[in-house]
């Protein structure tokens, strides 16, 4: 498989953990590479239903190595706990995870921050999981944050914690909230961190020894291209970079060494949180929501919903370089009489092909829509290409035309074996 960056090409959720646990078959190593554990990604192993958050999805693969990266931020303590509920439930882990000494740490003063600022914002608020990720990455950026390496180093951890708390305590007074324990907070932490310690490693050097020995390396995205911090619809995005390019600054690994660009979508479009989506539609919001999909893994929130739009796919494919589609969800349309697909925008007298880089601007934009025929037909026990519909296989490549990059999956339904190679 050589080495494969999988990113998703709409607003998140587009079902990535699923298409890495099937590509996670070809690979050796899989590299989470930007965000927190405000992404979820959800796999189903025959009946058994698990929930990622920041563990890759490769764990639930044998004999593979997940490497969570340094442009991850890391909660500790979620993570203690994500790994205590995949083990109870009979996923091994030990030696097959490890976590970048150069990651850096989400600590409570982020996620209180995270949450007072959504409050100050009212009505303009960005819809954040409030899981202190946007704090955690501003820290980073001010170069005041803590790192995987100071929390496994409890005499270094104490120190900076005390400096660090100190400091945000009187910021989360003058903003209304209660100042935090730092006694508290020190013994919930080095607790967590005596517990990852032999999971923190130099993950750079891992990853080249790696490619070394000539292993196959899947790197993980989390979110979805619009949701990227440069390239997204700001300021509705997260506070990472979501797209191609994050693979290397998040994992060390240079963009010569990169084959492959997977770019993940569902044959409809949905987002979680604020922000413009120009598609958003509520007959088909009403049909997903009362199907049971469609709502988020991390926070359980119902996602706004919209026919699929090709205008931001195409632009997807342009900013992250995809090579290959894999189309997530369709049996989501079985039902749908008449399939609508967006192949612009309209702005008062002005057309768009591309997406505007100003979010009130899109927030205005009106769809252009074309029309197909649905197919009417379960779709869910289709294997073969051959064995989909015909107007199903119609809209698949009409999308992947239009959004510019070759069809290479097709995903019928959440199992592994729900998957159609194109």
Not at 216 to 238: C, K, M, N, R, S
Request: glycine share 12%.
């Amino acid at each position: 498989m050589a080495n494969t960056i999988l990113v998703g090409a709409q607003w998140g959720d587009e079902g990535k953990g699923k298409i890495i646990d099937v590509l996670t078959e070809r690979a050796d190593i899989v590299v989470r590479y930007a965000g927190g554990n405000n992404a979820g990604h959800t796999v189903w192993v025959g009946k058994q239903k698990y929930v990622l958050h920041l563990i890759p999805s490769g764990i639930l693969r044998k004999s593979k190595l997940c490497v969570i990266g340094n442009g991850v931020v890391v909660d500790p303590v979620g993570l203690v706990s994500e790994i205590n509920g995949l083990l109870k439930i009979g996923v091994k882990i030990g030696k097959n995870l490890v976590v970048s000494e150069t990651a850096h740490v989400v600590l409570p003063y982020h996620r209180e921050l995270d949450a007072q600022r959504e409050v100050l914002k009212g009505k303009n608020k960005i819809g954040t999981t409030k899981r202190g990720i946007g704090p955690a990455y501003g820290d980073k950026a001010a170069r005041v944050g803590l790192r995987m390496g100071d929390l496994v180093d409890a005499a270094r951890f104490e120190e900076k914690l005390s400096r660090r708390i100190k400091e945000n305590n009187e910021v989360l007074q003058a903003l209304g909230a209660k100042p935090l324990s730092f006694k508290k907070v020190l013994a919930e932490y080095r607790a967590a961190g005596d517990f990852l310690k032999p999971f923190v490693a130099n993950t750079v050097v891992l990853l080249h020894n790696a490619m070394r020995r000539g292993e196959d390396i899947l790197f993980e995205g989390a979110q979805g291209t619009f949701l990227d911090i440069d390239h997204g619809t700001y300021p509705y995005v997260t506070s990472s970079n979501t797209t191609a390019g994050g693979a290397c600054t998040g994992s060390g690994v240079p963009p010569h060494r990169m084959d492959r660009v997977v770019g993940v979508m569902k044959a409809y479009t949905t987002r979680v949180g604020e922000g413009p989506l120009p598609t958003e539609n509520a007959e088909i919001s009403d049909l997903l929501h009362g199907m049971g999909r469609e709502f988020g893994a991390t926070t359980g929130r119902a996602r706004r919903c919209g026919w699929f739009d090709s205008v931001a796919t195409r632009h997807a494919t342009m900013v992250n370089g995809i090579d290959d589609l894999a189309v997530t969800n369709l049996d989501g349309l079985d039902t749908v009489e008449t399939i609508k697909v967006c192949i612009a925008y309209r702005h008062g007298k002005k057309r768009y092909d591309f997406v505007p880089n100003d979010a009130e601007v899109l927030a205005e934009c009106q769809p252009v829509y074309a029309e197909f025929e649905g197919w009417l037909t379960p779709t869910d026990k289709a294997r073969r290409w051959k064995q989909l519909p015909p107007k199903a296989r119609t809209y698949l490549k009409a999308i992947a035309e239009l959004t510019g990059a070759k069809l290479a999956i097709a995903s019928v339904g959440p199992g592994r074996d729900q998957t159609i190679f194109v």
